[in-house]
């Protein structure tokens, strides 16, 4: 824990010094610990920043412990900062990535059980009511829509609420790619942005076909979207199973800014930890 610990705060500081980030003169603890400690807390406290700043400090790893309402305030201020990291890390990773093979999906993140709804505190809206098809039930909560490359390393992300669907999901999604290859599922079969995507950006969707498609059905294509889709899957399964049972938060933002770290410390683990 100690090595990966100081690798992940190595890489943050390097990545905010030359991203010409400004910190306040006054400040005893960098905006790079912070996010360290934050990050520590999602690979191993299942996102508990109290448990993750006091067994960091107990092995010196940080020096100053900053109190609990202190860290929170600094954590909410640098929430923007933490996103964008991670969409540029995301762009150095398309970079270096030498496939133009990139998959996309959405997965659900519950708010509280369906059976609390009416108590939940943190935001009351018909809107956050969605639906998970697979499952054939619905959840109280938010969607997480994410771009991943082919061997399922997050590059892009973006949360909606729970009602929204995956279209408007990837509406939302920068999709900063040139003459790539998109693999997602049946949910994104959608003809106008297939060609409006192949036209304007030279991206080609590859979404799997039904029998009464009125496109071509090749049987060799769907066996290999098929094996493709199982990239995303394993990724977004393995990020979900970071989760803790029951995501601690007091409002939305916090809630949305503790999915927002569960990615940003997946794609560090995935791109230089492992």
Known sequence: ???????????????????????????????????????????????????????LHELGLVKRLLSRSRFSRRMNRLADLIQRLFHQL??????LHWESRYLLDSFPVA???????????????ERYRGKMASKRRYFYGVRVQIMATADGIPLEFCILPGACSDLQGMAELALDLKAAELLVDSAYNFYEWEDYLLETEAIKLQVPRK??????????????KSVMRKHIETTIGEITKMFPKKIHATNLNGFLLKIALFLFAYQIERAFIQ
């Open 1 to 55: 824990m100690c090595d990966s610990t100081l690798a992940i705060y190595c890489f943050i500081d390097d990545f905010l010094k030359q991203s010409e980030h400004k910190e306040d003169i006054r400040i005893e603890v960098s905006d790079a610990e912070i996010i360290t400690i934050a990050i520590c807390a999602m690979l191993h406290f299942g996102g508990n920043f109290e448990r993750s700043r006091l067994v």
């Open 90 to 95: 995301g762009s150095v990773l398309k970079d």
């Open 111 to 125: 708010l509280c059980d369906n059976i609390r709804i009416p108590r939940c505190r943190i935001v009351q809206d």
């Open 211 to 224: 029998a009464n498609s009125k496109r071509s059905r090749e049987p060799w294509l769907e066996i290999y």
